[in-house]
């Protein structure tokens, strides 16, 4: 009961600060924006807290569209869940919009912050991977580590493919770090372009 | 942090179980409901949080019109803080609706869980009291514990006065508390009457 | 099909220009405002379009708490079906605070407006009345239209009673023309006090 | 102010189908769905109502993010702006998932109720078109139409392109009509599959 506790009192406080960000708006894609946060050892998505209908932009403002629920994401909890594996201490993530503006701006926080950047090539992915929806996570997870040599990223971003728009994704340890980050890079982004 | 952190878990999850609770509708009053919750030793409304908007009724159940906020209650904000003066465990409060039968309830209900029940009789206010809106609390609150033997109660209810809806009051010492408990006096009511 | 279009189209429009009027908050009582339109020659609260959970105040603005429905009102609906027998151009109406200040505008701007202004003096309601929750609005109705010289009021307030609020009350053709004339109203109180 | 108050009584009786039609959830792609609706000779995104926010999924219901808004699309509203320009009667339109099923689903069903059914493939994409975001609608538009044997299609999807999700679109004489199709759509697709 006291980490449930604990997660949603930090969910709260988190979507607090993402929906008074008016400057991330220009940051949510248009398959709209998850906020996840898993329990420690999580298993499936019934083990990872996420906005019910997630995030949007109403009046030019972030607003969830629903409460904060277990099982409330599909895609964003397979991959808090495969990361959690790897990483047992990145239990929160935020998927959010990527173009090659965005890229330039990840890439040079990324070397100012000393994160460890990555990029998911997804034309690269095998056929057999991309049968099930679902099962491409745990290879997606393999090639962003792949390509940071080994390390696991904080900040990644997949090349879109046929039927799928590109995306970024900020990873941390809960998701009042990972709203206060991604705010920051909203206001950057705002400023420079 | 840590204690904004789990006061804002446990609200959330509290209103969890009040907007899953059909029957609680019953039982929400004209002037509509507040949750609230104060920090430890609260000196006002900024420190106790509570329901932007009330909840009310929509669709039949009970919803939240607005978030959870710091000083979004000013009536059931003002009643905690001065109750925490008094006892500085009961921390968590939660309005309802007020009529002879749902006296008759609670007086059972009390007796049966060995909850100190007591009655605020407004029609006994002092003139000088009523003078200044938000100044009668510590006096609505004296005459509580007075009614109540010089106990604190956990439950009790204001008769109407004129230009006042009567409503009842639970108190507790978390709103996860609270919300279970008003839930289950919500089904009791619903199966009695 | 027609008039169902046109009457949720007039709501619409007339909850946006409320939503929007931040100095109406001021106006919106402990019970919260509810804005009806009801059907030529309605029968019961069925026949009256009204807001599910009535509107309430969130961030500071006007806010209504759900959607707009037949049947979401049961106290104003049954009034202005009350209304309509009197007068069937008298479609739409409004509640709103009351209290001495609110009453000296409401008699000015009534004068200015050449409105027909009245009030209802519960303290006057008879015994027999009260009984039957609801039995007591032809009564009500009645008394505001003889306090004013048995013409229909356009403006009226009740004054509280035990455990009741004092309310003010618009009445008009429409909920743009009344949402409208409430935004006004709301502005110059905003302005004198 | 006629024309305005019919078309949002419309678009709010259109709302209440969808978020009522459970079936519809479906049917809603990750880009989430917007229902739009354009004055006549509609001349850019100003001219067309549409849903702030999208419609999305909550509790497993169809939502509606925010409020219908003028100007609160910009891709729907561009495509239904440019479909008026050849075909004054096609006010309203809907955008909703797309995948082999769904085809095949539409197909049929555009058969049986003697519908123009399209396709744009975006394969064929000239380059220069994919220039500026937004300038591809002309283009878009004139192959669906081609692709019918130069007569406007009723129902028709775009096949995904890299970072393009596949979608399909609905159109009619206003989001009423629209809605009650697309709703008999949705509940054909969950028979089916």
Request: aromatic share 6%.
């Amino acid at each position: 009961m006291k980490e449930t506790i604990e997660m949603m009192g930090r969910m709260t406080l988190a979507l607090e600060i993402i929906e008074s960000c008016s400057e991330f708006s220009s940051l949510i894609p248009e398959v709209r924006t998850n906020l996840v946060y898993a329990k420690k050892q999580p298993n499936d998505s019934e083990d990872v807290l996420a906005i019910d209908g997630r995030i949007t932009i109403v009046n030019g403002m972030p607003k969830a569209a629903g409460r904060i629920k277990w099982g409330a994401s599909s895609h964003m909890a397979r991959l808090i869940t495969e990361i959690c594996k790897r990483d047992a201490t990145l239990r929160a993530g935020i998927n959010f919009a990527n173009n090659s503006k965005i890229v330039e701006l990840l890439r040079d926080y990324s070397k100012k912050k000393n994160w460890i950047f990555s990029v998911i090539d997804r034309s690269l992915e095998p056929e057999r991977v991309k049968i099930k929806e679902g099962d491409s996570m745990p290879w997606k997870v393999a090639r962003a580590i792949r390509a940071a040599d080994n390390r696991i990223p904080k900040l990644f971003y997949e090349k879109g493919a046929v039927g799928k728009e590109p995306v970024s994704v900020l990873l941390g340890e809960n998701p009042i770090q990972v709203a206060k980050d991604i705010c920051k890079i909203a206001k950057l982004y705002k400023r420079r372009f």
